[in-house]
């Protein structure tokens, strides 16, 4: 029996993949709601919404890792992730998801990180990792670079 023990997670779908985060990162799952646009914003800045009366910033991981403009429909959802930062303005940010997010147990040798992936594709801005979990394509994203951005957009709205 293997005694490495296991991280609770949350597998997350998005336009054109999945990424994976510790469920300690992760404060809430809620439906789609109408955003409030950010007019000085990336593309991949989807908007913001008003939550636990602060203003919160939604990301489209799918245009930003993968490309691919997001889609919303009735199963998209809006997962509030706690930031690692300590900027009071930017305590949490939303990331657009296509469904709801599955919750899994993963221990260290479920993540495979020896891939082949050119570089080019392995340097995406939003990446930190590329990895496998049960033979599928996941990215663990790089949640400083993303904050690093929200963080001034959040000042002007």
Same mark, same amino acid.
Do not use: K
């Given at each position: ?6 991280? $609770? ?9 999945? &990424?994976?985060?510790?469920? %300690?990162?992760?404060? *809430?799952?809620?439906? #789609? ?5 950010? *007019?000085?914003?990336?593309? !991949? ?5 008003? !939550? ?13 890792? #993968?490309?691919?403009?997001?889609? $919303?429909?009735?199963? %998209? ?15 949490? #940010?939303?990331?657009? %998801? ?5 919750? &899994? ?7 495979? #990180?020896?891939? *082949? ?12 990792? !590329? ?13 400083? %670079? ?7 957009? &959040?000042?002007?709205?």
């Amino acid at each position: 029996m293997d005694a490495s023990p296991s991280l $609770r997670c949350l597998l997350i779908t998005v336009q054109g993949g999945q &990424v994976i985060l510790p469920n %300690s990162l992760v404060a *809430e799952v809620l439906p #789609f709601a109408t955003l409030l646009q950010i *007019e000085t914003a990336p593309r !991949w800045v989807a908007g913001a919404m008003l !939550w636990r009366n602060l203003t919160t910033p939604l990301v489209s991981l799918g245009r930003l890792i #993968f490309r691919i403009a997001p889609d $919303r429909d009735l199963n %998209s959802r809006i997962i509030i992730a706690h930031t690692l930062g300590t900027d009071p303005r930017l305590p949490h #940010f939303g990331v657009l %998801s296509t469904a709801a997010p599955r919750p &899994v147990s993963v221990q260290r040798t479920d993540l495979d #990180f020896d891939l *082949e992936i050119p570089d080019a594709e392995r340097n995406r801005p939003g990446v930190l990792s !590329w990895a496998t979990y049960q033979d599928q394509l996941v990215v663990i994203p790089d949640m400083d %670079s993303i904050e690093a951005v929200l963080r001034p957009l &959040v000042r002007r709205t």
